[in-house]
């Protein structure tokens, strides 16, 4: 399968939208899901730091959301993470995560947090085999670490 990694442009948030959509239903299991409140992803927009990562082949298959935090401990937060159906299981998801490792390299951090649905089987066993541990438990949801 050959598509390629870009960082997404505004013209990119539309397909962004559906497939955020489309990952809530699949880890929900259910079809009543919202999507994004009006202008959430202006911050990716005009924020220097923060970027979404989209692979395409001939439309955009998936994106990942990178949030770069600049506090008392520097990290990059990986947000959002979503394949679509169909083009799951093809090293996507694997692809979008090393080109976020490697963002975070270029800028100097070293600390790489997400949260995970513990509904959420597959993509939790996916950053385990990446080398990711479960750094607290939240609840219904885990935040892992590299």
């Not at 239903?25 to 005009?46: A, M, N």
């Not at 959002?80 to 299981?89: A, M, N, P, Q």
């Not at 390299?105 to 997400?114: A, M, Q, R, V």
């Not at 649905?117 to 085999?129: D, F």
């Amino acid at each position: 399968m050959t598509y390629s990694i870009r960082k997404a442009v505004r013209a990119d948030e539309q397909r962004i939208c559906e497939l955020f959509i489309e990952m809530l239903k699949t880890i929900y299991h259910t079809e009543d899901v919202q999507g994004y409140d009006p202008g959430y992803l202006d911050r990716y927009w005009k924020n220097i730091e923060d970027i979404i990562l989209v692979a395409e082949d001939e439309e955009v298959i998936a994106y990942l959301a990178v949030e770069v935090h600049r506090e008392d401990v520097d990290y990059i937060y990986l947000d959002d993470l979503s394949v679509t159906e169909k083009k799951r299981g093809n090293g996507i998801g694997t692809s979008l995560i090393h080109e976020a490792e490697n963002y975070a390299h270029e800028l100097g951090l070293t600390d790489i947090l997400f949260h995970v649905e513990k509904t959420n089987t597959s993509a939790y066993h996916l950053y385990e085999r990446l080398g990711y541990k479960v750094f607290r438990d939240d609840g219904n949801r885990y935040l892992m670490k590299n």
